[in-house]
């Protein structure tokens, strides 16, 4: 399930992009809060303590307290992040999204393949993962932080299907014909014959020139 971390933010009264730039300048982070029926609230956070949260495994799927002002803390997931263009390293914005800890939400989770598929390891085919995130309606605190499916087993020909797959305490909402992982037969070029061979089975034409001729030529 998803890791639970704290996170301390301000009210922000000023907006606009000057008032971001400064917000920025001070190590600071613009965002804004929504859910739950309430009204959007600007607000910034820590830019330190919000890249350390990042760095962490799945932090961008971790259910979050989030303090406003020193009160009594919220749960929300990030919804958004933007970066700088040029310096991705930079988070420019973030939305974060109410959560209330007994109503179910949908959100994303990766899907992990796991093992190495017999097609791949006997038969020298290609494995193919088409869909790597499923969408689920789960609990904040049951939110998985990623779903290993094994594939161990699958030989050439053969694809993992969404109808065949569950989750623990979540619902999957994606189409269960969707195809996870497949394993197709490895792709063979054809081969094409040189272009050369029926040209060198035909002779130059030689034209003969007539003693007429030949007289002609010389005499030009």
Do not use: C, W
């Not at 971390?5 to 929504?34: C, F, M, N, Q």
């Amino acid at each position: 399930m998803a890791k639970k971390h704290s996170l301390a933010a301000e009210s922000r009264t000023s907006k606009g992009k000057g008032a971001a730039r400064s917000a920025r300048r001070a190590g600071r982070v613009p965002a804004v809060i929504y859910g739950l029926h309430r009204e959007p609230a600007s607000l910034t956070v820590d830019a330190n303590a919000l890249s350390r949260l990042l760095t962490v495994e799945h932090g961008m799927r971790a259910l979050l307290d989030i303090a406003v002002d020193g009160k009594a803390p919220v749960k929300a997931l990030i919804r958004e992040i933007q970066r700088n263009p040029v310096r991705r390293q930079d988070i420019v914005h973030i939305d974060l999204y109410e959560v209330n800890a007994n109503e179910k939400i949908t959100v994303k989770v990766p899907v992990h393949l796991t093992g190495t598929a017999d097609g791949v390891r006997n038969g020298g085919g290609i494995l193919e993962h088409p869909m790597r995130e499923l969408t689920v309606k789960v609990l904040p605190a049951d939110i998985p932080e990623h779903f290993e499916v094994d594939v161990t087993n699958l030989v050439i020909g053969k694809s993992i299907h969404v109808s065949e797959l569950s989750i623990p305490k979540a619902e999957i909402m994606d189409d269960g014909n969707l195809v996870v992982a497949a394993v197709v037969a490895p792709r063979v070029e054809e081969v094409v014959a040189p272009a050369g061979d029926a040209a060198t089975t035909a002779e130059p034409e030689v034209i003969k020139k007539g003693k007429d001729d030949e007289d002609a030529a010389e005499a030009k």
